[in-house]
């Protein structure tokens, strides 16, 4: 009789526990972003980007949805945060991040965080790179072609480490990270990333599951066979066609 109460006791903390565990986005399919493609928000120039960055396959990848609160990870340019400043609406929120390393570099993108700001539901943040300054509850922290950033020689050996616990933090339980990169040769660990701005995709899963983060998928949409994985991404022989890996992370509940 024990036993059985006892039983029945861990079924329903179980039951319980399910309960208000958080419910996972609704799966988005890559045509239901059409609209957030079309906004006016976005540039001529975005919209002729989208079919070789495969914008909406992204999107869906990421599970963005209308009402997130989401984190563009150094928003270079803004071409991502301008999509899904339409994509999460006005009951939305984004943050675009621009490390102050990355604004002494090149003044434009001191202005591309400045125009962001400007976005009814954008917050443009300048922070040192090794501390980013992220909102906590996020829906999603995303970064596109930038991670391996995290590990060129000017900044410090832990960076990455230091970034990685701070979108740990900032997640809700349930949230994503995702992470967008260009291939390095397989094998080759981090020594491709500060000379030919590429990484080895097994390097960025094991830093980040190191801080906390389990793999929740991965999409090889936009790799290349093409690609020799032997150039840096600015070689004009490769430059905009490189082969590049999706990995998606998330935060345990």
Same mark, same amino acid.
């Given at each position: ?40 928000? =976005? ?24 009402? @997130? ?23 939305? @929120?984004?943050? %675009? ?13 001191? @202005?591309?965080?400045? #125009? ?9 943040? =300048? ?17 596109? @072609?930038?991670? /391996?950033?995290? /590990? ?5 050996? #832990?960076?990455?480490? =230091? ?18 990169? *260009? /291939? ?12 030919? *701005? ?28 093409? #690609?020799?994985?032997? %150039? ?17 992370? =998330?935060?345990?509940?």
């Amino acid at each position: 009789m024990r036993r059985s109460l006892l039983v029945a006791a861990s079924a329903l903390i179980a039951l319980s526990s399910a309960a208000f565990a958080p419910a996972p986005p609704p799966v988005q399919e890559a045509s239901s972003y059409a609209a957030a493609l079309a906004d006016p928000v =976005r540039t001529a120039g975005d919209r002729a980007r989208d079919a070789a960055r495969h914008t909406a396959e992204t999107l869906a990848f990421a599970q963005v949805a209308p009402g @997130q609160k989401v984190a563009d990870m150094i928003m270079g340019g803004g071409y991502f945060t301008r999509v899904f400043s339409a994509a999460v609406g006005p009951d939305g @929120q984004v943050t %675009a991040w621009q490390p102050e390393e990355f604004v002494a570099f090149e003044a434009g993108y001191g @202005q591309a965080v400045t #125009d962001a700001d400007a976005l009814a539901n954008v917050d443009g943040v =300048r922070s040192p790179l090794g501390a980013p300054e992220f909102p906590t509850g996020l829906d999603l922290v995303f970064t596109a @072609q930038n991670y /391996h950033d995290l /590990h060129l020689a000017p900044f410090p050996a #832990d960076t990455a480490s =230091r970034v990685n616990t701070a979108v740990f933090r900032a997640l809700k339980p349930g949230g994503l990270y995702v992470i967008v990169d *260009h /291939h390095a040769a397989a094998g080759s660990g981090l020594a491709a990333a500060d000379t030919l *701005h590429r990484i080895d995709i097994e390097a960025v899963k094991r830093e980040v599951t190191a801080a906390g983060f389990v793999l929740d998928g991965e999409s090889a949409m936009l790799a290349s066979p093409a #690609d020799p994985l032997t %150039a840096s991404v600015f070689d004009p022989s490769i430059r905009g066609k490189t082969s590049q890996f999706m990995l998606r992370f =998330r935060k345990p509940a």
